[in-house]
T-cell receptor
Framework: GNSVTQMEGPVTLSEEAFLTINCTYTATGYPSLFWYVQYPGEGLQLLLKATKADDKGSNKGFEATYRKETTSFHLEKGSVQVSDSAVYFCALTDGGYQKVTFGIGTKLQVIP | DTGVSQDPRHKITKRGQNVTFRCDPISEHNRLYWYRQTLGQGPEFLTY????????KSRLLSDRFSAERPKGSFSTLEIQRTEQGDSAMYLCASSLKGALFFGSGTQLSVL
């Protein structure tokens, strides 16, 4: 079945540091890939997505590229802010957009 | 607010009692999902509806759990004879095609 593996946190960075959160996946067919974010006290929100190989999803300064050859979808941001402190979830769905499978989440803490 | 809404936000119950949660999806979304999330874990799939049809149910879901989506609109998730292990955040999400839009969840505590 489908599965998502992402790096365990917490990740602690200073403001303006470079962020990478690794995510790899196992899936049959051609999944769509997502990053969701959960800010403290809030529900899950879609951050970005990519639906086919070599697509780059981007939003709010975050980027992730769908790499089929390495089955990866790493999340990056060039300069993090304190307001980026949250839990980030990598996820995938099959081509029919049915069940979405999530990773365990990576907590990011950005300190001033 | 036209997002996904869930009710109640919090539920405290005693072991052995039945509980029911409600989810109102975004109106034009035909797909509705229930997930469960515990501390430090990602959301775990429970079940999925397309319109009023329940198309998939997790094998991890015991017979004490049942979900309905009458008329393809709102959905309810019922847990019978609750156990302490049922304590979790229950999340509802909806979609038209593609990304899920989540509600704020119902936090269940079973004493």
């Amino acid at each position: 079945g489908n599965s998502v593996t992402q790096m365990e946190g917490p990740v602690t960075l200073s403001e303006e540091a470079f962020l990478t959160i690794n995510c790899t996946y196992t899936a049959t067919g051609y999944p769509s890939l997502f990053w969701y974010v959960q800010y403290p006290g809030e529900g899950l929100q879609l951050l970005l997505k990519a639906t086919k190989a070599d697509d780059k999803g981007s939003n709010k300064g975050f980027e992730a590229t769908y790499r089929k050859e390495t089955t990866s979808f790493h999340l990056e941001k060039g300069s993090v802010q304190v307001s980026d402190s949250a839990v980030y979830f990598c996820a995938l769905t099959d081509g029919g957009y049915q069940k979405v499978t999530f990773g365990i989440g990576t907590k990011l803490q950005v300190i001033p | 607010d036209t997002g996904v809404s869930q009710d109640p936000r919090h539920k405290i119950t005693k072991r052995g009692q039945n509980v029911t949660f409600r989810c109102d999806p975004i109106s034009e979304h035909n797909r509705l999902y229930w997930y469960r999330q515990t501390l430090g874990q990602g959301p775990e799939f429970l079940t999925y509806f397309q319109n009023e049809a329940q198309l998939e149910k997790s094998r991890l879901l015991s017979d004490r759990f049942s979900a309905e989506r009458p008329k393809g609109s709102f959905s309810t998730l019922e847990i019978q004879r609750t156990e302490q292990g049922d304590s979790a955040m229950y999340l509802c999400a909806s979609s038209l095609k593609g990304a899920l839009f989540f509600g704020s969840g119902t936090q269940l505590s079973v004493l």
